[in-house]
C-alpha cells in the first residue's frame, strides 16, 4: 500500500499526553496509517522524542509541542498551531493526557483536595478545553477521541479521584457527541484496562500478572493493544458510530 492509499493520508491528528507511555503508541499508531502526526504534552523532552521517533519510523510528517491542558491560555495556542499543519483543519484529536502514575493512592478520607482538584484539572478539565480549543478547526468529518479507564466499571479502591474523573470523561463525550454530532463531528471514548506503561509499572507492584488471571484473555495489556481502538475511531468505518464507549481490556469487563 502506498502512501496516498493509507487511510490517514492528508489528515492531521493531534495526540497530547504524547511523551510516553499510551500516548506515544497512539502516535506511531496513527503515522503508521499516513496520519500527520502532532504531539503534545506538558513534558517537553519526552514529547520531543516522541516526535524523533515518529521521524525515524517515516512518519509523512510530525510536529511536536509543549501544552498544559489546564490553561485556556496554553491549549488554544496549541490547536491554532497545530491547525496551521494541517491546513487549518485538525481531523483528530485523541485526549490521553491524565494524571495517573503519580496519582497518591489511599482511603477517600485521607484524599487531599489540592489533589482531588489537580486530577480533576488535567483529567476532566483537559479534554474539555482541549475540545474548546480545538472545536473551530474541526469540521465535518472530524472525531474526538477521549481516553477513559476500564477502572470505572470495576469501582477500584483507594483513588476515588481519578475513579471519579474518568467516569467524568464519559459523561462528558457523551454531551459533546451530543453538541458537536449536527456539525458532523464524532466524539467516543476508549476505556483501557490495566496497560503495561511505564507509569502503571511504578503505580503497582507486580504489574506485570495485575489482573491476568480476571481477563477472559490471560495476558497482560501492552500499550498497542489500545492504538487499534483509536485508529478505528478516528476512520472511515467509524463513521455512524458517536458517543459510545469502547472498553480494551482482554474481557475483564463486560458492560
Do not use: C
Not at 496509517?33 to 522524542?49: C, F, L, P, Q
Amino acid at each position: 500500500m502506498t502512501s496516498s492509499q493509507l487511510e490517514g493520508s492528508g489528515r492531521t491528528v493531534l495526540v497530547t499526553g504524547a511523551a510516553g507511555g499510551l500516548g506515544r503508541s497512539f502516535a506511531l499508531g496513527f503515522a503508521s496509517r499516513g496520519y500527520r502526526v502532532a504531539v503534545a504534552d506538558i513534558a517537553a523532552a519526552g514529547v520531543e522524542e516522541t516526535r524523533a521517533l515518529l521521524e525515524e519510523a517515516g512518519a509523512e510528517a510530525a510536529w511536536s509541542g509543549v501544552v498544559d491542558v489546564t490553561s485556556p491560555e496554553s491549549t488554544t495556542a496549541l490547536a491554532a498551531e497545530v491547525a496551521e499543519l494541517g491546513g487549518g483543519r485538525i481531523d483528530v484529536l485523541v485526549n490521553n493526557a491524565a494524571i495517573y502514575g503519580t496519582v497518591t493512592r489511599g482511603p477517600l478520607e485521607e484524599i487531599d483536595p489540592a489533589e482531588w482538584d489537580r486530577v480533576m484539572g488535567v483529567n476532566l478539565k483537559g479534554p474539555w478545553l482541549m475540545v474548546r480549543a480545538t472545536s473551530p478547526f474541526l469540521g465535518e468529518g472530524s472525531r474526538v477521541v477521549n481516553l477513559s479507564s476500564a477502572t470505572i466499571y470495576s469501582g477500584s479502591t483507594h483513588w476515588l479521584h481519578y475513579v471519579a474523573s474518568k467516569g467524568g470523561v464519559v459523561a462528558l463525550t457523551r454531551a459533546m457527541a451530543k453538541e458537536l454530532g449536527p456539525r458532523g463531528i464524532n466524539v467516543n471514548v476508549i476505556a483501557p484496562g490495566f496497560t503495561l506503561t511505564e507509569a502503571s509499572r511504578g503505580l503497582i507492584e507486580g504489574a506485570e500478572s495485575y489482573g491476568v488471571d480476571r481477563g477472559a484473555l490471560r495476558r497482560s495489556s501492552q500499550p498497542e493493544d489500545i492504538v487499534g481502538a483509536a485508529l478505528f475511531l478516528a476512520g472511515p468505518d467509524s463513521g455512524f458510530v458517536t458517543g459510545q464507549t469502547i472498553v480494551v481490556d482482554g474481557g475483564r469487563q463486560f458492560i
